[in-house]
């Protein structure tokens, strides 16, 4: 970039384009909204047959085409106003550096050289000092007797720094040029666009590009990294419009993530999260599917340590191959029954689904609202226990629906938003990880700061909140309520509970007479030993009572059982479930969520029991 483009750049004109590409990025936004909340819910509601399935399944996929149009559109509007924004110093400085050159006279030419004329003699025995052309600053030449020659046009040093300051903007501004070129000439679409797993695979490498050349004019550490809900909703309050639109666009995951701001910014920037990342999970399966392994190879006998001939075993290459695609197999299913409840709204009928949380790394984490949590009089927070994770979501995703439904129900005159808090790594294993208290300890902080969001974010009025935790995710209700006993939580359900973290209920930061706890009659956690009827763990593998824990998924240390008079909450009735293995291992120990109890949990989180 030569000092004339810089000199002629119109900023104003890259921030035009960019209010354009915004423009289109909302619309696009606004339209998809319209498909899938309007076209795609009447069309469930009137038609059926295998012509409505099929249009069914093109308006999905408008609406997924238009979230697209969305996401890479608001990149290449971060792109052009980035550019502005930085391109300011460089040519604000070659702005200076020509100012200052036309009030001493000099002459800046096409290569950035600057002439200078002659400077007035120091003496009257010495002639003029002549002029010249400076490139660069190149210092004071030696003086033949040691130490500096006197300088004898003091023109040549000022025309030195000014060439300096033109060559240091022009430097600057190819540097700004050139990455953000190649950020933009990435966002290109094939014809006949169709958005796959592949196109959206590679708008996460679009977005990562953008986040390198866009990096210094809006910086992911301005955005309040574990900070309160209350700084957060301060942040978010403070942007102008523009800039969270930006924020959206460029860092989605970390705006995401922001408990106290609307669930609506928080959806929209979670979905571009989802849709990324499972294109990127698909790509990477079936990579890994392309590289399959010979599955058997032959059996070497261990005691002769000779071949077996016409025996076989299964490899461990295989074997390891096998298991890895069976997990990224199990993620793009969580995600896509994420999606499903995302794209099933129907108005009226069926409450808008909200992704206030979504990550893929380790087990996987979601958060997603039947119902918006932001206006609702009545929000649910649900915590499910040993076993969650993002390749197993739908059961839990049910769950939720199926307290929304309950709820609606028992106060049909009333909002109630029903939350699935998966946002911590749960133990997945009953006989040794549900044991330790570690993943409730790790996750108490987040359960308190997501609820605290909740009311922080809050505008429709007086909200009722309440905290509904399963098994093991009773566990982390409790400690999250009596570690920040400020919680702005008004009832607390505790079911299939083994212990909460704590002897009594008033520890929980909440009205005992609020804190309701219910164990079917078959579930197993019923024998679990209780702190004080346990023998201890001193009689070693022998002991009865230590053989029952491995039915629970819980050690006896986890405070006294939330059902008893000693715990001093309330109770209420639930279906005695399924016997012991008459259906699976402990199939009471899921059954909450039907008949009585569900009925009853709909009354409680309403405000309707009594």
């Not at 298991?323 to 499903?340: A, F, P, S, T, V």
């Not at 700061?449 to 098994?471: C, E, K, Q």
């Not at 019923?526 to 009572?545: F, H, R, V």
Request: aromatic letters at 6%.
């Amino acid at each position: 970039m030569t000092w004339q483009h810089l000199k002629d750049l119109k900023r104003s004109e890259f921030e035009e384009a960019a209010d354009g590409w915004g423009d289109v990025s909302s619309r696009a936004y606004s339209a998809k909204e319209r498909v899938e909340n309007e076209m795609l819910a009447k069309l469930r509601d009137t038609q059926q047959g295998e012509s409505a399935t099929a249009a069914l399944e093109a308006l999905a996929q408008l609406a997924r085409n238009y979230e697209y149009i969305h996401a890479e559109c608001g990149l290449a509007r971060t792109a052009l106003n980035g550019f502005a924004s930085e391109v300011a110093a460089p040519q604000n400085l070659l702005a200076g550096a020509l100012g200052e050159a036309a009030a001493l006279g000099f002459t800046v030419h096409q290569d950035g050289s600057v002439s200078y004329p002659a400077g007035a003699p120091s003496s009257p025995y010495l002639k003029p000092a002549d002029g010249g052309t400076a490139t660069s600053a190149t210092g004071l030449a030696p003086f033949p007797g040691g130490g500096q020659a006197p300088l004898l046009n003091p023109n040549k040093a000022k025309a030195e720094a000014i060439a300096d300051r033109i060559a240091s903007a022009c430097r600057a501004a190819a540097e700004i040029d050139s990455r953000y070129r190649q950020a933009l000439s990435a966002l290109k679409a094939d014809r006949g666009l169709r958005v796959d797993d592949a196109v959206w695979a590679d708008a996460a490498q679009d977005l990562g590009r953008m986040k390198d050349a866009a990096g210094k004019y809006l910086k992911d550490g301005d955005v309040p990294h574990g900070k309160s809900p209350a700084e957060n909703a301060a942040w978010w309050n403070g942007l102008d419009q523009e800039h969270r639109d930006e924020y959206i666009t460029l860092y989605p995951a970390s705006v995401g993530a922001l408990d106290g701001i609307p669930s609506e910014i928080r959806d929209t920037a979670n979905r571009v999260v989802l849709a990324e990342a499972h294109g990127t999970t698909q790509m990477d399966l079936a990579a890994l599917r392309a590289k399959e392994p010979p599955r058997y190879e032959k059996y070497i006998s261990p005691i002769t340590g000779r071949e077996v001939k016409g025996a076989e075993v299964e490899s461990k290459a295989w074997r390891d191959w096998n298991g890895k695609q069976k997990e990224l197999q199990g993620r793009l299913n969580g995600m896509d029954r994420i999606q499903e409840r995302l794209s099933a709204s129907e108005p009226g009928r069926r409450p808008e689904g909200y992704l206030l949380g979504f990550d893929n790394s380790k087990l996987g984490k979601a958060i997603v609202s039947i119902g918006n949590p932001d206006t609702a009089e009545n929000v649910v927070t649900y915590v499910p226990g040993t076993g969650a994770n993002l390749a197993g979501i739908k059961g839990d995703l049910e769950r939720a629906g199926d307290l929304q439904s309950a709820a609606a129900k028992a106060a049909p005159g009333q909002q109630t938003a029903s939350i699935l808090w998966l946002g911590y790594d749960a133990p997945q294993s009953i006989v040794t990880d549900a044991t330790s208290e570690k993943y409730a300890d790790a996750a108490q902080g987040s359960l308190s700061r997501f609820l605290t969001g909740i009311d922080t974010a809050h505008s429709g009025g007086p909200v009722n909140s309440t905290v509904l935790g399963h098994s093991y995710g009773t566990l982390v209700a409790g400690k999250a309520l009596a570690g920040h006993p400020d919680l702005p939580v008004d009832n607390v359900v505790f079911v299939g509970s083994p212990g909460v973290g704590v002897d009594h209920a008033k520890d929980l930061g909440v009205p005992p007479d609020h804190v309701w706890a219910a164990t079917a009659e078959n579930d197993w956690i019923n024998i679990a030993p209780t702190p004080n009827a346990a023998l201890g763990s001193a009689l070693g593998p022998l002991n009865p009572l230590g053989a029952i824990e491995f039915w629970d998924d819980h050690s006896i240390l986890y405070g006294t059982d939330p059902t008893t008079d000693d715990f001093g909450g309330r109770t209420f009735e639930v279906d005695p479930g399924k016997r012991f293995l008459s259906d699976g291992l402990m199939p009471a120990h899921s059954q909450y969520w039907q008949g009585d109890s569900l009925r009853n949990m709909g009354r409680i989180v309403t405000g309707q029991a009594r």
